[in-house]
């Protein structure tokens, strides 16, 4: 009877021990899959912001255009495009550090980039998460359009 006793015992351990494992392992996964969720719901709204602040900038480029096209064909290169910001500044080689919150927005725009007279305009949002390499924004969102150079309304 006693070693029965003492089996049953051992049997029991055994049982609470492979109980506590699949606890545990059902907690991880849903650890794992809360986690994930959180990462992608980050992303899909940094990503949802990059595309609002590149369409705003397509639209800024646009203005810029209407106000003055004699003026916007004098735009060539890479401009830093920042928040609030509705005129170019001077040609850039590159935008590298964050100039619309923890975006970066710049505008490319090259004359005759699609037919004469008509700029090819490419507006890059670039940003970061935990996915990227430290100090790295590996993520961009990029609009293109080709714009008019030449005004379709003539002075009279």
């Known amino acids: 009877m006693i ?3 003492k089996s049953m015992r051992g049997q029991t351990l ?3 021990l492979t109980a506590l494992g699949i606890i545990a392992i059902v907690i991880t996964a849903i650890s794992v899959a809360v986690t994930t969720a959180l990462s992608n719901a980050e992303y ?3 990503e949802t912001l990059a595309t ?5 900038g397509s639209e800024i480029m646009n203005q810029i255009r209407d106000d003055n096209y004699n003026g916007f064909k004098n735009y060539s290169g890479t401009y830093c495009l920042a928040q609030n910001q509705t005129a170019l500044g001077t040609v850039q080689p590159s935008c590298s ?10 505008v490319d725009i090259v004359q005759g980039g699609c037919a004469a007279n008509v700029a090819h305009v490419t507006v890059t949002v670039s940003f970061t998460d935990g996915k990227c390499q430290a100090g790295v924004y590996c993520h961009q969102v990029i609009d293109d359009s080709c714009f008019s150079t030449s005004n379709p309304i003539q002075a009279p």
């Open 97 to 106: 550090s964050p100039n619309f919150g923890t975006f970066i927005r710049s």
């Open 3 to 5: 070693n029965k006793v």
């Open 52 to 56: 609002k602040y590149a369409q705003q």
């Open 44 to 46: 899909n709204q940094s």
């Open 14 to 16: 055994i049982e609470a």
